[in-house]
């Protein structure tokens, strides 16, 4: 089963299996006509997609995105930072209070006006010296922020993701 989930059925190309059997010659052509019809209706992808939609996103995806935000955050706390990493930081920011708003984990203490506090002077700070760096409380913060949005990226659903995603692309 498990090889057939990324798989299409394409009515144009013909298998073995999906043959008709060959019609006597007392069935007329509309008899044929229906059965071809019947079988061209079948669709592997019909219920495959709402059930995955249902699914957290894959571990070994999760675990990369984690990763990625966890090197930049890191970056910006020893000082190695980038205008990058101060933008995408925001980014999951953003998308993880657009999934507290969806009922998905909660952050109590932290505000986004405290965050955008932070990761202005940070940008600021940053595009002066050239060194972008985030300390005390705004480093605190973006850790409480991210490793809250590790928690999702492993438990909410792909259909929870996607309508954030689309929600920051309006943004």
């Known amino acids: 089963m498990a090889a057939l989930q990324g798989l299409r059925w394409d009515p144009g190309v013909a298998s073995s299996f999906d043959r008709a059997p060959q019609p006597a010659a007392t ?3 509309n008899s044929m006509h229906r059965a071809d019809q019947s079988r061209r209706q079948y669709s592997f992808r019909s219920t495959r997609r709402p ?3 249902l699914l957290p996103i894959p571990r070994p995806v999760a675990d990369d995105l984690s ?3 966890h090197v930049l955050l890191e970056g910006l706390r020893t000082g190695n930072g980038s205008l ?3 933008q995408y930081l925001t980014s999951v920011a ?3 209070l657009l999934l507290v ?3 998905y984990g909660s952050l109590d203490g932290v505000s986004f006006d405290e965050l955008l506090a932070g990761i202005a002077q940070t940008t600021s700070s940053g595009g002066e010296t050239g060194h972008y760096h985030m300390v005390g409380k ?4 973006f850790a409480r922020v991210v490793a809250l949005h590790d928690k999702q990226l492993y438990s909410a659903p792909i259909r929870a993701i996607e309508k954030t995603r689309a929600m920051l692309a309006r943004l």
Do not use: R, T
């Not at 705004?138 to 913060?141: G, L, P, S």
């Open 27 to 29: 069935h007329s052509d």
């Open 51 to 53: 059930k995955m939609a």
């Open 67 to 69: 990763l990625h935000h």
């Open 84 to 86: 990058y990493a101060c």
């Open 94 to 96: 953003m998308a993880a």
């Open 101 to 103: 708003d969806q009922g």
């Open 138 to 141: 705004v480093f605190e913060n």
